[in-house]
T-cell receptor, first 115, second 116 residues
Framework: NAGVTQTPKFQVLKTGQSMTLQCAQDMNHNSMYWYRQDPGMGLRLIYYSASEGTTDKGEVPNGYNVSRLNKREFSLRLESAAPSQTSVYFC??????????????FGPGTRLTVT | AQSVSQHNHHVILSEAASLELGCNYSYGGTVNLFWYVQYPGQHLQLLLKYFSGDPLVKGIKGFEAEFIKSKFSFNLRKPSVQWSDTAEYFCAVNARNAGNNRKLIWGLGTSLAVNP
């Protein structure tokens, strides 16, 4: 049981390049989330998927797109990377539909640098 | 809109000192409350949570937190910190009956440094 996995762990992009961050969870959770973490700004929600087939914008969705490929996988795409997207990206999942406590489980993160 | 406020951004303590990190939230309805910890270079891990019942909850590594509904607070405490507690601590709230209760509202975090 690996929990939440993310790939890649590190990435360096040039301005304007595109890339997709991958996230998968093996806990059969319905909901998945993408956050970015920047110094002094805490965690900011980019997009989330409450259940398979649905996605919604979070606080900072501009410049990103997401795909909920199936129940396990939730990818984040940067179509044209900008230096302002340099950050650490975390994927999380939670199981909201069993009356549980809305706890989120986090992946190890992807450290992205855009030059 | 709901919000979470963590009063201390940076805390520096010596080993064996007591710790209390403040967390206040703004939402009048039913809440779930969480404290997460992020050790240097690692991902966030759940420290403890309040869902219902006893407002004093105990978590891992000797941490505890008390939910005081009248004060909209969920402060984190530890009687005696260790160097290994050096980390960033995040408070988060889920507003269970709000329009969108599938998200957590996060505080900005408190960076704790424990000197040996």
């Amino acid at each position: 049981n690996a929990g939440v996995t993310q790939t890649p762990k590190f990435q360096v992009l040039k301005t304007g390049q595109s890339m997709t961050l991958q996230c998968a969870q093996d806990m059969n959770h319905n909901s998945m989330y993408w956050y970015r973490q920047d110094p002094g700004m805490g965690l900011r929600l980019i997009y989330y998927s409450a259940s398979e087939g649905t996605t919604d914008k979070g606080e900072v969705p501009n410049g990103y797109n997401v795909s909920r490929l199936n129940k396990r996988e939730f990818s984040l795409r940067l179509e044209s990377a900008a230096p302002s997207q340099t950050s650490v990206y975390f994927c999380a999942s939670s199981d909201l539909d069993r009356g549980t406590s809305y706890e989120q489980y986090f992946g190890p993160g992807t450290r992205l640098t855009v030059t | 809109a709901q919000s979470v406020s963590q009063h201390n951004h940076h805390v520096i303590l010596s080993e064996a000192a007591s710790l209390e990190l403040g967390c206040n939230y703004s939402y009048g309805g039913t809440v779930n409350l969480f404290w997460y910890v992020q050790y240097p270079g690692q991902h966030l891990q759940l420290l403890l949570k309040y869902f219902s019942g006893d407002p004093l909850v105990k978590g891992i590594k000797g941490f505890e937190a008390e939910f005081i509904k009248s004060k909209f607070s969920f402060n984190l405490r530890k009687p005696s910190v260790q160097w290994s507690d050096t980390a960033e601590y995040f408070c988060a709230v889920n507003a269970r009956n709000a329009g969108n209760n599938r998200k957590l509202i996060w505080g900005l975090g408190t960076s704790l440094a424990v000197n040996p």
